[in-house]
């Protein structure tokens, strides 16, 4: 059954001024690009500016998704927030690419202020909706269509032929059940969940709030997490993702697989200030995973990892810290 939950955050509905949805039937792939990069940096900085009301007023638990509910109950965010909402949701248009910054000179009030901007601008967007539109229009088509393709041509290997027997996957961040991970045949039962469902068949639900699995009929032999990472706005929660993930999975056996089907944008891993496919592997390897296949596209990066069901011990091993200096880099981390 798809769990449909009360929208907030990227989730609310999408609409216009006027009240009616701006999600467009398609996208060309440039404008495409655009908005995936926008909705990165929208997402980015609100998660930096939760991050500082947070601090200032003392709420651990607030989050991107309940912040309305738990701040509207103050005056100064109702007179701050919904004036500044209403303003730019008049104002800011598609074409309005507003330079956002965050820092410590801000007020609380201002901090309300560029919230209000931030969502009003993820509204005239049309919401995650456009985003994962522009997801499967843009880049989909750019980098050659669904990316488990290239999951099943690897899985078709000899080296996984014999292991896959009754072997069952969970898709996260997944925006079509006709997946080649779905209609390849190659798993008995295919879970597939998104932040913002699509389809009756993908569950509406955050991976990182998904229940842990109490026993190993819970687990999966194979997990996919095809460009969801990137769009975790934070390089801490980025590498929480990927420690759940290992929660997920079946210990590997002589006869079934265990492994994780990983995909980021390619600058991720070679455009960083802060992060390389070695940055990655060293990671991975402390996670359990060992890499089995790479391939990088023009603009995509893919990996197959198996995971020996082991992880090393954790304690803040992997910081934040400049490893490629130079102008033109991303500032993309992954923390752990
Ligand atoms: C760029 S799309 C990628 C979709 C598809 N996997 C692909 O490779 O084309 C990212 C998707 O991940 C979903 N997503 C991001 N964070 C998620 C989370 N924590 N739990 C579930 N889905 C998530 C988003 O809703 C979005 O639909």
Redesign the pocket.
């Known amino acids: 059954m798809v769990g449909k939950k009360k929208r907030s955050g990227l989730l609310r509905r999408p609409k216009s001024i006027t009240g009616n949805h701006t999600v467009p039937k398609s996208i060309k792939p440039q404008n495409a690009r655009q908005l ?1 990069r926008r909705f990165h940096v929208l997402e980015k900085n609100k998660f930096s500016i939760i991050d500082k009301i947070k601090r200032i007023n003392n709420i651990p638990n607030l989050t991107t998704e309940n912040y309305r509910e738990i701040l509207s109950k103050t005056k100064l965010f109702k007179d701050s927030y919904d004036k500044s909402f209403e303003e730019h949701k008049n104002t800011l248009t598609k074409k309005s690419f507003e330079l956002i910054t965050i820092d410590d000179s801000l007020t609380e009030s201002e901090l309300y202020q560029k919230l209000a901007s931030i969502d009003a601008e993820v509204e005239i967007r049309g919401g ?1 909706k456009a ?2 539109l522009a ?2 229009q843009g ?2 088509g750019k980098r050659g269509g669904d ?1 488990s393709k290239r999951l099943v041509e690897w899985l078709k290997e000899s080296l996984y032929s014999h292991k896959l027997e009754n072997a069952t996957a969970l ?5 079509s059940p006709d997946n080649a991970i779905s209609t390849s045949g190659l798993f008995t039962e295919v879970s597939r ?4 469902s699509q389809h009756h068949l993908i569950l509406q ?4 709030e998904r229940p842990l699995p109490t026993d190993s009929s819970e687990k999966f032999n194979l997990i996919s997490c ?3 990472v990137n ?2 706005p934070d390089s801490r929660l980025r590498g929480e ?1 990927l420690l759940r993930i290992t929660k997920f999975l079946k210990k590997p056996t002589n006869s079934s697989i265990s492994s994780l089907f990983f ?1 980021l944008p390619l600058p991720c891993v070679t455009s960083s200030r802060y992060f390389d496919k070695d940055s990655l592997n060293k990671i991975m390897k402390h996670l359990g995973f060992t890499e089995v296949h790479y391939y990088e596209a023009k603009k995509v990066a893919y990996w197959l990892y198996d995971w020996s069901g082991e992880v090393s011990n954790l304690n803040n091993h992997f910081k934040k810290q400049e490893i490629h200096a130079g102008p033109n880099k991303n500032n993309f981390c992954i923390t752990l």
């Open positions: 995936i995650l985003y994962q997801s499967t880049q989909n990316s898709e996260i961040g997944c925006l969940i998104d932040l913002n639900q955050d991976f990182m095809s460009l969801v769009f975790v993702m995909v």
